[in-house]
């Protein structure tokens, strides 16, 4: 037994093409033969009995084959049993495996396994391998190849085919030919022979010539009878005894895309070289390569140089480059090499032969290679001397227009100060005694004297408005209003000035028209104010009449035709088109006659056009004339707004714990705003100038600072800054208010910038002062209460001031028309007593529907009467209406006093128009 155990043994190792490899039951590996050694890399010793077989293969192939048996013979086999299941009923398998190295690389193995067997009992596994790795290696190349050959065959765009040159036909063609031609490859194996009749003789020659490689362009017929341009690369594939080719291997490639567009690139070129002809431009190459310039075109004609009279190389150019543009049209071509610009243009000056200036627009492609660098530049320089020349005249007017604007400004500003500063001391005196209970005498002259003042304010406002808005810096505010109450204040505004000239003033508005709009108020007044004064103005009798009408309904907006109509002295055709300009009036007597200072209508036109509009007029002499523009504004999200009080008529309370520091060089001005001042019970400190104020803030602190703006040696903004810049936080905090003569705009700015909280114009209404105070001294609560019982005074007064209705309007529409008055009044009265029956069911209900519904059919009535009570009594009820709070006996209580007082109201109004109206007889 142990000869033939060592016969096997020695039979083993002698085999050094195969891996034998004994195993006992437990896995340990008890024989490893030299095939074993030489295929894995061990020796002998390192393994037997050491190392299980498991060791040698990939514990995922394993598990995979587990799964794989398990799944075929239903039942689960464990990672270790995988190897030897099969014997159970065979007596031995072959499978592939990837086994492991000593060196940690890997083989390909055909592994038979088999059981051993000692007087029939299960002694071990003997296992057999062959390295296949070199095989596999081979079939999987060879796959590979095939299928890249395949890849070539069907994917590539070219045509690839075998041509032999002994039978004068292609061997060989892909399935490209039929893509590009329309033909079936059947079709070229039939005619491949007679296809090549119209081959050219020089393409045969080439093919029969001892070449290696061949290259040239045909065509074929596609079978839609268009032709089809291939270019093709032949190389030798065989050869006869001579040397001679016998066969070409070929890729055509389809060129007709690029045969026709270098058949269009042709004719572009030569369209190109002609435009460039007549265009006189001067077209230069720069090759970055080889440092070289040419120039094509234009450089004779219009410089006047031959071609070689220029520089050949780029650095040369400086010669004929103006110096002060040299660097940058170096810099510009040179810095094309780090960036990725694809052109460039710029401007610059060449000289010309006979040494003078000229200005060229410089245009330049450039073209790149493959990796993206500059290969070449070409450019084209188009002469622009006559149109700079005429832009450095216009650049010359544009700095002397911005100098003599700068100086204008700088006028306007001295001017106003100079002027506003003692017209501040007039109109401030004018208010002090109006309120010290002046002699009933007295009344009129100060009247007279407060009107012919802020008539001289209107007038310098005019000048200021015109040079803002000539500087383009008017702005449009967007803010709620109710143009109704809007239209009313105006045409009060007008009516002492009216009922002196004994002129009647009618509104008439649209009732179509949203009771709450969205726009600029101020700028809107402006311009009616304007119209209106002038309207009123150049009528000696008759009326003014002003109409809104609603001539668009969109989603957002609305837009109103406004038109201002009077009886005065008319306008001459003529003249029409002057009236607009700055400080022209239609007469040359007008400003003697009339007053003004021409800039109103000059203004209202550009707050126009400003605002997307246009006025226009119809006038005859002596016949009125009529002033009319459209507005768009848009829709508010608000049914009514709370009407806003002027606290002018108020008596302010007294403030307290408050010290000024009246920083103001002007002793008129200092008397006047002291009085004001010691009035609310201000503490007033005065400085003199700057050098005075910073004196005096050091020495004491101050609530707040009134800072004049214009001082001589140091003015308001230098003084400002000063105190910013100390140290202490005092300095910093205390609130700086601007008292300046000046309304410009960059007044404020230049104010703010300088470190000032706020800013009042001169003259000053007293109470904007003692409000901008108020605003800024919150060190205190007492401030914030002040303001708030100036609110609700000024709310009470606006309640005690309202007219409980005027029946003038209906009297006017009906002066003429007893039938019609009669009409009217009763639909008045009726539209009414509708509001005031449903007026307390519909807030009980809280319909707001039904509520706004009745409000909407008595709109026009109340508008007509004026009857601003009930309108402030339907905001109210409004009010209530759109409280979120359930209703509670307090709502029911308030509710009912609101109906009581609109009750008594609507029957006050219906009896006064049945006392007037209904109770005469009507024929």
């Known amino acids: 037994m142990e000869s033939t155990s060592h016969l096997l043994q020695t039979i083993c190792n002698a085999t050094i093409e195969v891996a034998l490899v004994t195993v006992d039951l437990q896995g340990y590996v008890t024989f490893f033969g030299k095939g074993a050694e030489r295929m894995l890399g061990y020796q002998a010793k390192e393994v037997e009995k050491q190392v299980k077989a498991w060791h040698f293969y990939i514990p995922e192939q394993v598990e995979a084959f587990a799964k794989e048996l398990s799944e075929q013979y239903q039942i689960s086999i464990s990672f270790t049993e995988a190897m030897v299941y099969p014997l159970r009923l065979l007596e031995s398998y072959t499978h592939e495996w990837t086994l492991k190295r000593k060196d940690g690389s890997t083989l390909q193995a055909n592994v038979a396994i088999s059981a051993l067997y000692q007087n029939q009992n299960l002694i071990g596994f003997l296992a057999i391998g062959v390295d296949i790795t070199e095989q596999k290696d081979t079939e999987k190349e060879l796959n590979r190849i095939k299928h890249f050959n395949e890849a070539i065959r069907s994917s590539t765009p070219d045509i690839l085919y075998l041509y032999d040159n002994t039978k004068s036909q292609y061997l060989f063609l892909n399935q490209q030919i039929t893509e590009l031609t329309g033909y079936e490859l059947a079709y070229w194996e039939k005619t491949g022979q007679n296809s090549l009749k119209n081959t050219p003789k020089k393409l045969k020659q080439m093919r029969q010539k001892n070449s290696e490689r061949i290259e040239f362009e045909f065509s074929l017929k596609h079978k839609n009878g268009k032709t089809v341009w291939l270019e093709s690369r032949e190389v030798v594939f065989n050869k006869d005894e001579n040397n001679l080719p016998l066969q070409w291997l070929g890729v055509a490639k389809n060129i007709t895309e690029k045969r026709q567009a270098q058949k269009k690139l042709k004719e572009n070129e030569e369209i190109y070289r002609l435009a460039l002809k007549a265009s006189n431009d001067a077209v230069w190459v720069y090759d970055t390569k080889k440092d070289t310039l040419s120039y094509p075109e234009g450089w004779n004609t219009i410089l006047g140089y031959d071609e070689k009279e220029l520089p050949q190389q780029f650095e040369k150019l400086q010669e004929i480059i103006h110096p002060d543009d040299w660097e940058n049209y170096r810099n510009t071509l040179q810095e094309v090499r780090i960036n990725q610009k694809q052109d460039l243009k710029f401007t610059t000056r060449f000289k010309h032969k006979h040494q003078h200036w000229m200005y060229f627009l410089v245009r330049a492609i450039i073209q790149r290679n493959n990796k993206g660098e500059v290969v070449r530049v070409i450019g084209a320089n188009t002469d622009i001397t006559e149109i700079k020349n005429k832009e450095l005249i216009l650049e010359k007017a544009r700095v002397k227009a911005e100098k003599a604007s700068q100086t204008k400004s700088q006028f306007l500003s001295m001017m106003t100060h100079e002027i506003r500063t003692p017209l501040n001391a007039v109109i401030g005196i004018t208010h002090l005694l109006l309120e010290e209970n002046p002699a009933p005498a007295q009344i009129e002259n100060l009247n007279t004297l407060k009107f012919s003042a802020e008539n001289l304010l209107v007038i310098i406002n005019d000048i200021l408005d015109f040079s803002k808005i000539e500087q383009g810096k008017i702005e449009f505010e967007e803010l709620d209003f109710d143009l109704y109450s809007l239209m009313q204040n105006i045409k009060q505004t007008h009516e002492t000035q009216a009922q002196a000239k004994n002129i009647q003033i009618k509104l008439m508005l ?207 903004y230098q003084t400002t800054q000063l105190i910013r810049e100390m140290h202490e936080p005092y300095f910093k905090k205390v609130p700086i208010i601007a008292i300046t003569a000046s309304a410009m705009n960059e007044v404020a700015e230049k104010a703010h910038q300088a470190g000032m909280n706020d800013y009042i114009a001169k003259p000053f209404n007293p109470q904007d002062l003692y409000v901008k105070i108020l605003k800024h001294t919150q060190q205190d609560i ?92 339907i905001e109210e009820a409004s009010q209530t209406l759109n409280d979120p709070t359930p209703k509670t006996e307090e709502y029911e209580t308030s509710i009912k006093k609101l109906n009581h007082s609109m009750k008594n109201k609507v029957e006050e109004i219906v009896k006064a128009i049945q006392e007037k109206f209904l109770s005469l007889t009507t024929y």
């Open 782 to 873: 007492l401030p914030q209460k002040i303001i708030n019982n100036i609110e609700k005074d000024a709310q009470a007064q606006f309640n005690d001031t309202l007219q409980p209705y005027n029946l003038s309007e209906i009297e006017e529409m009906t002066a003429f028309n007893a039938t019609f008055r009669t009409e009217l009044s009763t639909l008045c009265i009726k539209n009414l007593q509708e509001l005031s029956q449903n007026f307390e069911k519909n807030l009980l209900n809280k319909d707001h529907k039904a509520f706004h519904f009745s409000v909407h059919k008595a709109k026009a009535a109340i508008k007509m009467l004026e009857a601003n009570q009930i309108q402030q009594l």
């Open 510 to 716: 649209d009732s179509d028209i949203p009771n709450v709009l969205v726009g600029d108020t101020v700028r809107l007044s402006q311009i009616l104010n304007n119209l209106i004064g002038n309207a009123i103005k150049f009528t000696t009798e008759g009326i003014v009449k002003i109409e809104v009408t609603r001539i668009a309904n969109l989603d957002e907006e609305v837009v109103l035709h406004f038109n201002i109509a009077d009886t005065g002295i008319g306008i001459p055709e003529d003249k029409i088109n002057t009236i607009f300009e700055s400080f022209t009036q239609a007469y040359s007597d007008t400003t003697r006659r009339f007053g003004g200072t021409g800039l109103g209508l000059a203004i209202t036109k550009r707050l126009l056009e400003l605002q997307n509009s246009t006025i226009g007029v119809k006038s005859k002499p002596d016949q009125g004339s009529s002033f009319y523009f459209n507005l768009s504004f848009k829709k508010s999200n608000l049914q009514t707004i709370q009407p806003t009080n002027n606290t002018s008529y108020l008596k302010l309370p007294r403030i307290q714990n408050i010290k000024v520091l009246l920083v103001e060089d002007n002793e008129i001005n200092r008397l006047l705003t002291k009085k004001f001042l010691d009035k609310w019970g201000v503490e007033v400190d005065f400085a003199y100038d700057g050098f005075n104020a910073l004196e005096k803030i050091q020495s004491q602190q101050y609530t707040i600072v009134l800072m004049d703006l214009q001082m001589p040696d140091m003015d308001g």
